[in-house]
C-alpha cells in the first residue's frame, strides 16, 4: 500500500508536467526558439543561391542550349506542386514522438545532402560512364546533373514548408509574432543568400578542397563543387542545432467516427481540395498577387547571371574560349550583385514591420514594392541597350565600362527590396487567413505555393522559346515580368483584404500593424 501511494504522486507530477508542456505550446514561444528555428533558412537558402548564380550556365556548360536551359528548372515548380502540399498535409497530422515538423525537416536534410553530392560530381560520374571529355553535350552528366537537382529542389520543398508551419506553430496564432517569425525567416535567406552569392562569385574557391579539381571537372565546375560543401556543412549545422534546442508539438488525432472515416477515404486529395473549397475570399486575392509576383520574380531569379554574362558583358557560354571568358566573368559579377541584393534583402527584412506601418499596412507596402520590382526589370532594357552601344565602340571583347556595371550591379541591390516583402508577407498573410479556414498551417502553406509553383513552371516551359521569338536573350521575359509585377502592385493595393488587426494591441489601445 505505502508503495503504490509513493508512485501515484510521482505520476500525478508526470501528468501536470505533460500537461504543462501541452499547455506551453499553446502559447507564443520566446523569439530566441524562433530566430532558432529561421536559422534554418539560412542553409537552405545557401544551397538555393548556389543554384540560382551559378546552375544555369553549368548546365550550359555541360551542353544544353540557352533557349532549353529553363526546362531544367522545371524540377523545383513540378516537385513543389507535388512536395508541399503533401509534406504540408502529413506534417500536420505526423504522430512521431519528435513532434510533427522535426521529422520532415530531418528528412529534407539528409536529401540535400544525397543531392549535392550527385550535382557535385555529376562531370566526373558522367566521365567514368562513357562521357568523352570533348563531348557537348555531355549526355550522362546531364542525366545525373538533372537526377541531383530533381533531388536538391524535393528535399528543399520537404524543408522549407515544415519550417515555416513550425514557426507559425511556435507563433501559436498571435498575429504580430506570425509576421516577425516570418520576417526573421525572410533575414536568414538573406545571409543564406549572401554566403551563398559571395561563394559563387569567388573564382579560387576550388583551392580549399583541391581534389576537387578533376580531368573532367574544370575550375569552374571544382568551385561549384567547393560551394556545395560549403552549403550542406551549414545546413547540418544550423538544422541539427534548431532541432535539437526547440521541442516540437506531438500531434494526436481526435476521434472520429465511420462517417468521418468514408469522407477521409483519400486523405490528401480530399483535404486539398477541400482547402481550396472553404477558403475565403482574402485568401483567393493572395493567391491571385502571389501568383502575378512570381511571374515577375521568376525570369529574374533564373536568368539574372546570365543577363550578366551575356547581355551586360557581351559572352556567350557557347562561343569561342574568349566569348566564354568573358560569359563567365559577367557571371561571376551577377553573384556579385546577387550578394548585394542579399544584403539589401537582409536590412529590409528586419524593417519590415516597421517600414509596415508607416505606410499604412502590409498589403499597402506589398502594392508599393511591386511597382519597386516592375521598374526594376524594366530597367535591364535600358542597361542592355548601354552595353550594346558601348561594345559597339570599345570592341565586341571591351566588356562594359565601369559605369553600365555599376548600373548593373546597381539594378540588383534595389530589387533585394521588394524581394525581402515577397519571402514574408505573403507567408504571413497566409498563415493569418488560414486560421478561419480550418485547414491546418502546413496544408495552408503548400496550397500558397501552388500560387508560387504553377507561375514557375509557365516560365519554366514559356521562358526560352518567348526569348527566342523576339530574337533571343533575356529581355523579353524580364519585360513581361514587369507588367505581371505592375498588374500584382495594383491588385494588391485594390482587392487584396487587409489582415485583421493584433488582437492583444487592440486590447492595450495600440493601432497594429495590418
Not at 32 to 53: D, M, N, Y
Not at 92 to 108: H, K, Y
Not at 207 to 213: L, Q, R, S
Not at 472 to 489: D, E, H, K, T, Y
Request: charged share 15%; glycine share 10%; with cysteine.
Amino acid at each position: 500500500m505505502g508503495a503504490f501511494e509513493t508512485e501515484k504522486p510521482a505520476k500525478d507530477a508526470a501528468a501536470l508536467e505533460t500537461q504543462s508542456s501541452m499547455e506551453d505550446f499553446d502559447q507564443p514561444s520566446p523569439l530566441r526558439k524562433i530566430i532558432s528555428v529561421a536559422s534554418i533558412a539560412a542553409g537552405v537558402q545557401f544551397g538555393w543561391a548556389l543554384q540560382l548564380s551559378l546552375l544555369t550556365p553549368y548546365v550550359q556548360l555541360l551542353g544544353i542550349p540557352h533557349k532549353w536551359s529553363s526546362l531544367i528548372w522545371l524540377c523545383g515548380p513540378v516537385s513543389g506542386m507535388i512536395v508541399q502540399p503533401i509534406v504540408g498535409y502529413y506534417s500536420d497530422r505526423c504522430t512521431s514522438r519528435f513532434g510533427r515538423r522535426r521529422p520532415f525537416i530531418a528528412a529534407g536534410a539528409a536529401m540535400v545532402a544525397v543531392a549535392v553530392f550527385l550535382i557535385g560530381y555529376a562531370a566526373d560520374i558522367g566521365h567514368k560512364m562513357g562521357d568523352k571529355l570533348e563531348q557537348t553535350p555531355r549526355v550522362r552528366a546531364i542525366g545525373i546533373f538533372a537526377l541531383g537537382f530533381w533531388i536538391l529542389d524535393v528535399a528543399n520543398n520537404t524543408l522549407q514548408g515544415p519550417c515555416r508551419a513550425f514557426l507559425a506553430d511556435l507563433a501559436a496564432g498571435d498575429a504580430k509574432k506570425t509576421r516577425v517569425a516570418n520576417a526573421f525567416f525572410s533575414f536568414f535567406m538573406a545571409v543564406g543568400n549572401v554566403l551563398g552569392y559571395a561563394a559563387g562569385s569567388y573564382t579560387n574557391l576550388h583551392k580549399m578542397f583541391p581534389f576537387a579539381m578533376t580531368k573532367a571537372c574544370d575550375i569552374y565546375c571544382a568551385n561549384l563543387k567547393t560551394c556545395f560543401f560549403l552549403s550542406i556543412t551549414l545546413l547540418l549545422i544550423v538544422t541539427v542545432t534548431s532541432l535539437w534546442y526547440v521541442k516540437d508539438k506531438q500531434w494526436s488525432p481526435s476521434p472520429v467516427n465511420d462517417d468521418d472515416e468514408k469522407v477521409s477515404s483519400v486523405p490528401f486529395f480530399g483535404e486539398i481540395f477541400g482547402a481550396f473549397k472553404v477558403m475565403k475570399r482574402p485568401m483567393w486575392m493572395l493567391l491571385v498577387v502571389t501568383a502575378l509576383n512570381w511571374i515577375a520574380w521568376f525570369p529574374f531569379l533564373l536568368f539574372d547571371t546570365d543577363w550578366m554574362g551575356r547581355e551586360v558583358y557581351g559572352g556567350d557560354s557557347e562561343g569561342d574560349d574568349s566569348l566564354k571568358k568573358l560569359y563567365n566573368q559577367g557571371v561571376h559579377q551577377g553573384a556579385l550583385g546577387l550578394m548585394f541584393n542579399a544584403i539589401v534583402l537582409g536590412f529590409m527584412s528586419l524593417g519590415v514591420e516597421w517600414i509596415g506601418k508607416k505606410v499604412g499596412g502590409a498589403k499597402r507596402l506589398w502594392g508599393i514594392v511591386n511597382f519597386i520590382l516592375a521598374v526594376g526589370l524594366a530597367m535591364t532594357v535600358l542597361v542592355t541597350k548601354f552595353a550594346e552601344d558601348h561594345r559597339k565602340t570599345a570592341g565586341a571583347l571591351a566588356g562594359p565600362s565601369p559605369g553600365i556595371r555599376a548600373g548593373a550591379l546597381s539594378l540588383f541591390a534595389v530589387l533585394g527590396i521588394p524581394l525581402a516583402i515577397t519571402f514574408s508577407i505573403p507567408f504571413a498573410l497566409a498563415s493569418i487567413f488560414s486560421s478561419s479556414s480550418g485547414a491546418g498551417q502546413g496544408l495552408s502553406l503548400g496550397v500558397l505555393n501552388l500560387a508560387i509553383v504553377i507561375p514557375q513552371m509557365i516560365v519554366s516551359l514559356g521562358g526560352g522559346p518567348f526569348d527566342a521569338l523576339f530574337g533571343g536573350g533575356n529581355l523579353p521575359a524580364f519585360v513581361l515580368g514587369a507588367i505581371a509585377a505592375a498588374i500584382s502592385g495594383v491588385l494588391a493595393l485594390t482587392v487584396l483584404p487587409s489582415p485583421p488587426p493584433d488582437a492583444p494591441a487592440v486590447k492595450s489601445g495600440a493601432m497594429g500593424f495590418h
